[in-house]
Nanobody, 121 residues
Framework: QVQLVESGGGLVQAGGSLRLSCAAS????????MGWYRQAPGKQRELVAG???????NYADSVKGRFTISRDNAKNTVSLQMNSLKFEDTAVYYC???????????????WGQGTQVTVSS
């Protein structure tokens, strides 16, 4: 089995910062892309940022210049540094990992349980 466990959410004032972390554990052969999505009440889940195993990153336009995604391949972790937070960043943040559990198995996406980020205006 594979588990993704997030940490670091919370309540912060607009303009403040938070750092989210996510650790993948269990039966893992290799991890391809890792990323962060978010879902605000009444809205669809949307991509925030992604990072490949080689370190290539992509960001939603709404967070470019404010958020930074990073990963530690040796520890199977991914982090999201969020600066200059805005009220509209309020959402449940989910990490994900596209991984292979064993040689010959197919690439499968796993999700964390989500962590709440609330930005007060």
């Amino acid at each position: 089995q594979v588990q993704l466990v997030e940490s670091g959410g919370g309540l912060v004032q607009a303009g403040g910062s938070l750092r989210l972390s996510c650790a993948a554990s269990g039966s893992i052969f290799s991890i391809n892309t890792m990323g962060w999505y978010r879902q605000a009440p009444g809205k669809q889940r949307e991509l925030v940022a992604g990072i490949s195993s080689g370190g290539m990153t992509n960001y939603a336009d709404s967070v470019k210049g404010r958020f930074t995604i990073s990963r530690d391949n040796a520890k199977n972790t991914v982090s999201l540094q969020m600066n200059s937070l805005k009220f509209e960043d309020t959402a449940v943040y989910y990490c994900n990992a596209d991984l292979i559990q064993r040689v010959g198995s197919r690439l499968t996406r796993y999700w964390g349980q989500g962590t709440q980020v609330t930005v007060s205006s």
